[in-house]
């Protein structure tokens, strides 16, 4: 049971607009989240993460955005860059160790 | 930033022998941590949780004699994949945290690219 999901499995944007991947998740104790990047063939990178009792963090190009009522978050690059391309995972956790992941969105910034 | 060393980052091996994978955390002291495998277009599949000087936890349907666990010191776990198959095939990763408790990322090595021949 897909306990996070990332209905889309691709996304293209233009260079300089805004990229926004989405995540739902249907565990509410989960009450950690992340996003991190990954490049084909090397491991995850992780780029930033929020906690429950927050609902948008941002550091630099990149704000996450967390709505608990509807078990969503989001992930905003602003602006977009070819460097950008690559798969972007989103990740929930509880008080446990345990991560669950997303089946992974592909981005593609297009120049 | 805390860095997770992942070795060997390809390997090919032939059916029936084992291939063991290296894990390190660089800068800080693990005394947890995962193992993943990704199937192609699938998402991370956690396959076990490896804990210094204990017994490491496997999630369901990982066979625990096929994937042995070693979590010998605070910087350094292996998988051991034994009797290797054509259906292990597989990329296989580690994470760990730098620090425990609450809301730290898991940081992950490079992976590891399994062919079995």
């Known amino acids: 049971d897909q306990q996070v999901k990332q209905n889309s499995p691709s996304l293209s944007v233009q260079e300089g607009r805004i990229s926004i991947l989405n995540c739902d998740y249907t565990n509410s104790m989960f009450d950690y989240f992340l996003w991190y990047k990954k490049y084909p063939a090397e491991g995850p990178t992780f780029l930033i993460s929020?906690?429950?009792?927050?609902d948008k963090n941002e550091d630099g190009r990149f704000t996450v955005f967390l709505n608990k009522s509807a078990k969503h978050l989001s992930l905003h690059i602003v602006p977009s860059q070819p460097g950008d391309s690559a798969v972007y995972f989103c990740a929930a956790a509880n008080t446990g160790n345990q991560f669950y992941f997303g089946t992974g969105t592909s981005l593609t910034v297009i120049p | 930033g805390a860095v997770v060393s992942q070795h060997p980052s390809r390997v090919i091996c032939k059916s029936g022998t084992s291939v063991k994978i290296e894990c390190r955390s660089l800068?800080?002291?693990?005394?947890?941590m995962f193992w993943y495998r990704q199937f192609p277009k699938k998402s991370l599949m956690l396959m076990a949780t490896?804990?210094?000087?204990?017994?490491?936890?496997?999630e369901q349907g990982v066979e625990k004699d096929k994937f042995l666990i070693n979590h010998a010191s605070l910087t350094l776990s292996t998988l051991t994949v034994t009797s290797a198959h054509p259906e292990d095939s597989s990329f296989y990763i580690c994470?760990?945290?730098?620090?425990?408790?609450?809301?730290?990322?898991?940081?992950f090595g490079n992976g590891t690219r399994l062919t079995v021949t």
């Open positions: 994470s760990a945290r730098d620090r425990t408790g609450y809301n730290s990322p898991l940081h």
């Open positions: 490896s804990n210094e000087g204990s017994k490491a936890t496997y």
């Open positions: 800068d800080f002291q693990a005394t947890t």
């Open positions: 929020i906690s429950s009792i927050k």
